[in-house]
């Protein structure tokens, strides 16, 4: 049985990290779908009506991700977490493009709550999905790249098994286990702190399961994991 777990020493660093869970089995992602892209529409437009000509990285619902990221040794200068480079890509050119239904609608779900979600194809995933510090032996392939490399030892990491599924944890996602029009069961990781926005990791995850029955009618499975609660199951 899969399940999704989060190593003890991840909590020892951001004690507060928390993720809301959706599973979802059962999708068609092969035929647009109106609705999906209505909401994104939706939300690109209400992101930018709320940002202005405010600095993205001072955000107040930016913030804790980027101290997070210096609390991991990571450079959020250089290193953005991706609902912040998500939102930078809007302000700059005010649009998304269009990739398929699935990643249409997490990133219309991401814009309104401004919270990072993932999604993996679970059929790509050779082992437990788990948030874990890298180890010799893991390896990661960029968006659009063949060639595999080799995250620094102790990076935060997605991986299933050695095959590393997001570096520097939300900041880049891997060729292995994309989404693509051929994706049925999809994992959605939503990261959030408790203290900082739990309530919206919690709204964003109700909605997203909701749109999913909704425009899918896929069979969809939702959790919660924090330091109390540290793995569940994604069966």
């Known amino acids: 049985m899969m399940r999704f777990i989060v190593e003890d020493r991840v909590f020892d660093k951001l ?3 928390c993720f809301g869970v959706v599973v979802a089995r059962g999708i068609n992602n092969l ?8 909401m994104l529409d939706q939300s690109i437009s209400a992101i930018i009506a709320e940002m202005g000509e405010a600095k993205i990285k001072e955000h107040s619902r930016i913030i804790p991700y980027r101290h997070a990221f210096v609390q991991l040794g990571f ?19 005010g649009q998304l493009p269009g990739i398929n239904n699935i990643v249409d609608l997490a990133n219309a779900v991401s814009l309104k709550y401004v919270l990072p979600i993932g999604a ?19 390896s990661f392939i960029p968006f659009g790249a063949t060639a595999a490399e080799s995250p620094e030892p102790g990076e935060l990491v997605y991986a ?18 994309k989404i693509t029009e051929k994706s049925s069961n999809i994992f959605f990781p939503i990261d959030g702190f408790s203290g900082e926005n739990g309530d919206a990791v919690m709204l964003a995850r ?9 425009f899918f009618k896929c069979t969809v499975k939702v959790g919660f994991v924090d330091r109390h609660n540290r793995s569940m199951p994604l069966v």
């Open 15 to 17: 004690d507060d990290l």
């Open 206 to 214: 109700d909605e997203l399961a909701e749109r999913l029955e909704h």
């Open 120 to 138: 993996h194809d679970l059929d790509l995933a050779i082992e437990d999905l788990a948030v874990r510090f890298s180890a010799d032996g893991d």
């Open 160 to 177: 299933s098994g050695s095959a590393v599924k997001t570096r520097r944890w939300i900041w880049r996602q891997s060729e292995q286990g």
């Open 31 to 38: 035929k647009k779908i109106d609705g999906i892209k209505e």
């Open 75 to 93: 450079n959020p200068n250089k290193f953005a977490p991706s609902v912040e480079a998500l939102i930078s890509r809007i302000l700059k050119g």
